[in-house]
């Protein structure tokens, strides 16, 4: 049984660490506000310029075929999955979601694993995949690291097809794991051939090409990016939310402790004066 010093001591403790989960709170929120409307402003943007690069790489397959190699451009033909995770905790659920996601794919399909994050590396680990070893990346969670993308996305150019799978933002509440390809090839059953349109390329088509296989293949990703440190942010204030909400719980709990143990060492000297009073 906890003595009342040890109950007092508990206390302090947990009011303590209140206060210490309320500031990341805090922090959560600030972030995830800084970030949140760009993100919702260019979501629409950048999933219809995706959306062009597929259509341009699809219809134009034989054209783009030709441009690659008049340019001596070289693919090495694999296919390169990429889990943005973190490298902390207190996410919620939405890294693991992600992951369970990324590795249901890897082990389908034969492909290449790029993880950016150490929690991602601890979960491929953990899970066992045997098919292949992981290209890693550190990569911070509070910054965004211009120079970390760059060097990322020139790993990620050499390949025939790159998808990204990270959470999505929906609303404070829901946070969605998602795969998106951002080499200008579909995903999914709507992954069907286009409807054929005449098209004018200006300067040309093979610049057009090229600008989106490098310039618009950077932005996308690193819109991914912003997707996902959004979602990890609004994920991250849920999660501090209810911790917060379970410490104040536990607050009461010791609280109660407290005057329960009052109470019982009040009655125990009222019974000692009364015995007292007895024997005299």
């Not at 003595?3 to 947990?14: D, G, P």
């Not at 919702?40 to 062009?52: A, K, P, S, V």
């Not at 491929?124 to 992981?134: D, L, N, V, Y």
């Not at 059953?189 to 490098?214: D, K, N, T, V």
Request: aromatic share 12%; net charge positive.
């Amino acid at each position: 049984m906890k003595t009342s010093a040890q109950v007092r001591a508990e206390i302090e403790w947990l009011r303590g660490l209140s206060e210490l989960v309320m500031a990341y709170e805090e922090v959560a929120a600030v972030r995830m506000k800084k970030i949140r409307n760009e993100v919702l402003q260019n979501r629409e943007f950048t999933t219809g310029l995706n959306q062009i690069y597929q259509r341009l790489k699809f219809t134009y397959k034989k054209e783009a075929e030709k441009y690659k190699l008049k340019q001596n451009i070289s693919k090495n033909g694999k296919t390169a999955r990429v889990f943005l995770s973190a490298n902390a905790g207190f996410y919620g659920p939405i890294i693991q979601k992600t992951f369970q996601l990324f590795a249901a794919d890897l082990k389908k399909e034969k492909s290449d694993a790029v993880i950016v994050g150490r929690v991602g590396r601890y979960l491929f680990s953990q899970a066992g995949i045997k098919k292949t070893e992981p290209l890693y990346f550190d990569f911070p969670d509070g910054s965004f690291d211009r120079q970390g993308l760059k060097e990322i996305a020139d790993q990620l150019l050499p390949y025939e097809a790159v998808v990204v799978y990270h959470g999505q933002y929906q609303n404070i509440a829901v946070q969605n794991p998602l795969a998106s390809s951002i080499s200008g090839d579909q995903l999914g059953p709507e992954a069907g051939e286009p409807a054929r349109a005449s098209w004018i390329f200006e300067p040309s088509f093979s610049s057009l090409l090229s600008f989106f296989e490098s310039e618009i293949f950077v932005s996308l990703f690193a819109h991914s990016m912003y997707e996902s440190h959004l979602s990890k942010f609004a994920c991250r204030m849920i999660t501090l939310d209810e911790a917060a909400e379970n410490i104040n719980k536990g607050i009461a709990v010791s609280l109660f402790e407290k005057e329960r143990l009052r109470h019982k060492q009040s009655s125990k000297k009222q019974l000692e004066a009364l015995v007292r009073v007895v024997r005299n």
